[in-house]
């Protein structure tokens, strides 16, 4: 498929799709939590999910570059949780596709691609945070189905049909040896959900989860035993480092306008703040940082479409464009001044500049370093893989 | 030779500010002002009154302590530790500054003991839309009657409005000229509206429709230069709390990087964890050096709008990020609500927004530099 050509055709078609589905839902009254599954089960009925998933395995066939177009438009159009949902088929699609057998594909990647199934991901552990060999969550095989105990960390469970979990199923074999990965229903007995709050906003919401004595079918094996911390490191990671470099370009170039706009349009002290020459090269050195990231992200998407090896891409991808999200919300709460600082409240509307963004933005970007793993994880990675410097670790 | 030693009664100051915060200032306490938005700890403020915290730089006469900008800056080091909430910087030092340095004898007699003894709240009127320090831009005005002056106007991000028994208002007089009317809180005209910042605390738009007040209520002439002064003075204290903030912060981040175990270690064991803490005490040490040498120029007279100047330049950003790296250095557990290291995350950036932009002070100190 020629990516400019057809490519924009699709992004044409999701952007008119969201847009016109946005406008019917302000008209009927629909929002929150609601809008979001309605909004989700039509982009899985347009196949839209589908889009990197073959044709034999109910998804529309082509790479993941298409897929990434969806992306895109979901980030900068699409509530919070659509996107999350959708990101998260970029993530665990590529392992159950690269690494899982035919029946475990038949059984979920049609249903992943209509949206009628969504897919969370659990490596991390109270132990296993950036060590993701650190597994301590068990899967002791009877008969046929493992039984699961142990404790998940910071996912999206709740109000997820499944999770692509790392377990430990071999205790005696090096660490990075004795970890697979299942699929885990998330409506089985013995597992609970418990929210943990996190302090961007009042209603951002990750997930504690203890699995008690879960029974899971062995069916539900993704590729071979004890194989699954490798695919966590090489598929996986690959995948969701660069998403999360997408994810940190969330209203990237939307909350850049509202910064050169508001530069232009306010005085301080009885200047333009675009009059001051320090202001003025801080955002020539954003729009460029904000260019290289998206560079960086879109070879990052090209080479995995190609499929070739990614090497080092994604985690340039993810590291440089954390960091560089980190310099555009930096600069524009400080630009923003003591008008930066206020939340988005009924009473501060009136004084409250570029839509509140600055204090919600100031306060997320804090996670990016850390979600999808640490950058320091990625500067590991550049150096250990990508260098070949001797790895310390 | 600079002096960067502290008296004995300055190291024993800062141990009692510091046990006093630790034993009655928990974080529950920080967590409770902000959650039930009650703004301050009425009890612990009445705590400070005692032990004569509200006195700072004010004489002795007016039942002041004797004391100077260092021991200042030394309680709000301490305070920004504990995150402590309170309207001292508005009323006893903008408010005690403004009314020792532009008051009447009486209005000294009969406020200063107030405000030492934590019976009034003083706050300080001053921004308005598109002003921050320019007093040649403002707006809000003073039209005089027979008996004193009515005022109308809209002010921004004032603290404590709602509860301050006088809004120190910087208004247009009838000449033109600037005039610094204390209008009572409970003036009828006046309305506030809370604005939630960052911070976990409110600053108030106040709307002034022809407040009245008595000729006797304003205090002396002020120019442009003395109340940039009296700010910026201002502003130096609330650098010292950020230093506090990152110091704290910091701290919690050696705890933290000591406790967790990772790939089979504490992760205070890899380099670069240990080099970013390391970057991070030098910019704390830094700004404290910066904040200490400022308040001892301030303590000798010796005029330092410079130094101010790349106090609040220097010190905002660097302990701001600090901040941002003592909690990357938490990982996820640093980014639940639940986790205190959010608090000062939030708390410094406020602080530091409040500082005014950095263009201001960088004008500032180009142009002390002869440029
Ligand atoms: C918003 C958000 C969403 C998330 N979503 C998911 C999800 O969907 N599924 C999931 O499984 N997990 C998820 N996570 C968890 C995330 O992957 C982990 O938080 C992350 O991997 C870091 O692990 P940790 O929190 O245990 O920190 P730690 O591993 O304890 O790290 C703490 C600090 O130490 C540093 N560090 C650790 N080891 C080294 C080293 N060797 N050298 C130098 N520095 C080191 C880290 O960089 C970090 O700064 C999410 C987290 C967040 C914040």
Redesign the pocket.
């Known amino acids: 498929m020629d990516l400019n050509k057809e490519g924009e055709k699709l992004r044409g078609e999701i952007r008119l799709f969201l847009d016109e589905h946005g406008q019917l839902a302000r008209e009927k009254g629909i929002g929150g939590e609601e809008y979001a599954q309605q909004l989700y089960t039509k982009i899985g009925e347009k196949g839209w999910l589908g889009l990197g998933i073959p044709e034999k395995y109910g998804g529309a066939g082509g790479t993941f570059a298409e897929f990434t177009i969806l992306q895109d438009e979901l980030l900068a159009a699409a509530p919070e949780p659509v996107s999350t949902a959708a990101l998260l088929v970029g993530i665990v699609v590529p392992p159950i596709l690269a690494h899982g057998g035919d029946e475990i594909k038949r059984r979920f990647l049609p249903a992943i691609a209509g949206g009628k199934v969504k897919v ?5 552990e109270p132990e296993a ?3 993701t060999s650190n597994v301590q969550t068990r899967a002791v095989l009877e008969g046929d189905k493992y039984i699961v105990n142990g404790t ?5 469970a709740y109000g997820y049909d499944y999770m692509l979990t790392t377990v430990r199923t071999d205790v005696k074999a090096p660490k990075e040896d004795g970890i697979s990965m299942l699929l885990i229903d998330l409506k089985t007995p013995g597992i609970e959900i418990i929210p943990i709050w ?1 302090f961007w906003t009042p209603n951002y919401r ?1 997930n504690e989860v203890h699995f008690d004595d879960v029974e899971v079918p062995s069916a539900n094996l993704v590729g071979d035993e004890n194989r699954g911390w490798h695919y966590l490191v090489t598929t996986l990671r690959d995948y969701e480092w660069v998403q999360s470099g997408n994810i940190a370009q969330l209203h990237i170039e939307e909350n850049f306008q509202l910064l050169v706009d508001f530069v232009k349009k306010t005085k301080q002290d009885g200047r333009v703040l675009s009059e001051f020459p320090s202001i003025r090269h801080t955002l020539a050195d954003l729009a460029t940082d904000i260019e290289v990231a998206k560079l960086f992200y879109q070879y990052g998407v090209w080479l995995l479409s190609k499929g070739v090896s990614s090497g080092m891409a994604p985690a340039m991808a993810k590291l440089y464009t954390t960091g560089m999200a980190q310099r555009l919300y930096d600069a524009m709460i400080n630009i923003t001044g003591e008008y930066g600082q206020l939340e988005r409240t009924p009473a501060a509307k009136k004084w409250i500049p570029m839509r509140g963004r600055a204090a919600v933005y100031y306060k997320f970007v804090s ?1 990016w370093s ?8 990625q500067r ?1 990675d550049i150096a250990s893989r990508g260098l070949g410097l001797p790895s310390y ?1 | 030779m600079m002096d960067f030693g502290f008296s004995e009664q300055q190291e024993m100051f800062r141990t009692s500010v510091r046990d006093a915060l630790e034993r009655e200032y928990p974080m529950d306490v920080v967590r409770e002002v902000e959650e039930k938005k009650i703004d301050y700890s009425r009890e612990f403020y009445a705590k400070m009154a005692q032990m004569g915290w509200l006195g700072l730089m004010i004489p002795e006469q007016y039942g002041g302590e004797s004391s100077n900008w260092i021991d200042a800056a030394i309680l709000y080091e301490e305070a920004g530790k504990a995150l402590l909430s309170s309207p001292h910087l508005v009323t006893v030092i903008l408010g005690g500054q403004a009314i020792l340095n532009f008051g009447s004898e009486e209005q000294k007699g009969r406020l200063l003991p107030a405000i030492t003894q934590g019976e009034i709240v003083v706050t300080w009127a001053l921004a308005e839309p598109g002003v921050n320090s320019d007093l040649s831009l403002i707006a809000t005005k003073a039209t005089s009657l027979d008996d004193g002056y009515t005022i109308s106007g809209t002010k921004l991000f004032v603290p404590f409005a709602h509860l301050a028994d006088y809004l120190i208002t910087a208004c247009r007089g009838p000449e033109g000229e600037i005039i610094l009317p204390l209008v009572g809180g409970t003036n009828g005209g006046l309305t506030s509206v809370p604005l939630d910042t960052i911070g976990g605390s409110r600053l108030d738009e106040v709307t002034f429709d022809e407040v009245r007040i008595d000729k006797g209520n304003k205090l002396g002439k002020a120019s442009q230069a003395d109340i940039d002064q009296l700010v910026s003075q201002a502003k130096v204290l609330s650098c010292a709390e950020m230093v506090g903030i990152a110091q704290a912060a910091l701290d919690m981040a050696i705890w933290h990087a000591e406790e ?1 175990v ?2 089979g270690r504490p ?1 205070a064991s ?1 380099q ?2 240990q080099h970013k803490m390391a970057d991070m005490s030098l910019a704390v040490q830094g700004a404290r050096h910066l904040v200490y040498y400022t308040v001892r120029l301030l303590s000798e007279g010796i005029a330092c709008a410079k130094e101010r100047a790349m106090t609040c330049l220097y010190v905002g950003p660097t302990c701001n990020s600090v901040v941002r790296g003592a909690m ?6 640093g ?1 639940s609500r639940d986790h205190n290291i959010t608090l000062f995350y939030r708390r410094a950036k406020a602080i530091q927004l409040n500082l005014g932009y950095s263009e201001l002070n960088s004008k500032i100190i180009a142009q002390e530099l002869g440029l």
């Open positions: 969370c991901l659990g490596c991390t945070g950036s060590d998940k960390l910071y996912n999206d996190m990750r996670s850390i979600a999808g793993w640490s950058s320091e994880m590991d670790l | 967790r990772q790939f992760i890899f670069t964890i990357h250095i938490h990982g996820g557990v980014l």
